[in-house]
């Protein structure tokens, strides 16, 4: 049973870059049967995807965002991570990191607690 | 980037059916079978219910069905239960492996 965790600072300044871990149990975040998310949702908002890291190293991102979000993996720690950088208000939001191992398309069966990340001076 | 459109709200009584809409366009949902639904309780994570349209992963009751007509997908749950007062949430890929969430729909049970 795959469990995910997010870990991260709860208040970040504007104009910073959030940085968040995602550490994984119960299973190898370097498996080639799934591949690895990030998904937000400000509060009392609807969800939005901001990217995905698949087992080829390659990666994908929300558009909306601007090139401000990184995802990649330490397989040494077996950790997901999200930057996000230049960050508003409009970035406060609970931040979830998710898996695929369904080896099905564009959906996540496993899903972290969340981490709220509040962007304020 | 898709913003697939849901109702704000839906509801039905113990027992009864209820389905939820999700309506996109041919470069999301009409253009690819890859919609899924998610169950939200209020302060925890969401739960993935369907996947790719009408499938379901192991644990979820077959209370709980999807299908796809064009560029609208439906959730329909049956026999409705107080535990299944929640928001739900589809997504579907949207092409050059991007994704996109509807804005939630809240199910009461009267």
């Known amino acids: 049973q795959l469990q995910l965790q997010e870990s991260g600072p709860g208040l970040v300044k504007p104009s910073e870059t959030l940085s968040l871990t995602c550490t994984v149990s119960?299973?190898?975040?370097?498996?080639?049967?799934?591949?690895w998310g990030w998904i937000r949702q400000p509060p009392g908002k609807g969800l939005e995807w901001i990217g995905n890291?698949?087992?080829?190293?390659?990666?994908n991102y929300n558009p909306s965002l601007k090139s401000r979000a990184t995802i990649s993996l330490d397989t040494s720690k077996n950790e997901l991570s999200l930057k996000l950088s230049s960050v508003t208000a409009a970035d406060t939001a609970v931040y979830y990191c998710?898996?695929?191992?369904?080896?099905?398309?564009?959906?996540?069966?496993?899903w972290g607690q969340g981490t709220l990340v509040t962007v304020s001076s | 980037q898709s913003a697939l459109t849901q109702p704000p709200s839906a509801s039905g009584s113990p027992g009864q059916s209820v389905t939820i809409s999700c309506t996109g366009t041919?470069?999301?949902?009409?253009?690819?079978?890859?919609v899924s639904w998610y169950q939200q309780h209020p302060g925890k994570a969401p739960k993935l219910m369907i996947y790719?349209?009408?499938k379901r992963p192991s644990g979820v009751p077959d209370r709980f069905s999807g299908s796809k007509s064009g560029n609208t997908a439906s959730l329909t749950v049956s026999g409705l239960q107080a535990e299944d007062e929640a928001d739900y949430y589809c997504?579907?890929?949207?092409?050059?492996?991007?994704?996109?969430f509807g804005g939630g729909t809240k199910l009461t049970v009267l």
């Open positions: 997504s579907s890929y949207a092409g050059s492996n991007s994704l996109g």
């Open positions: 041919s470069t999301d949902v009409g253009g690819y079978n890859y």
């Open positions: 119960g299973g190898s975040i370097s498996s080639s049967s799934y591949y």
């Open positions: 998710a898996s695929n191992t369904l080896m099905a398309e564009a959906t996540f069966d496993y």
């Open positions: 790719e349209v009408s």
């Open positions: 890291f698949f087992y080829s190293g390659s990666t």
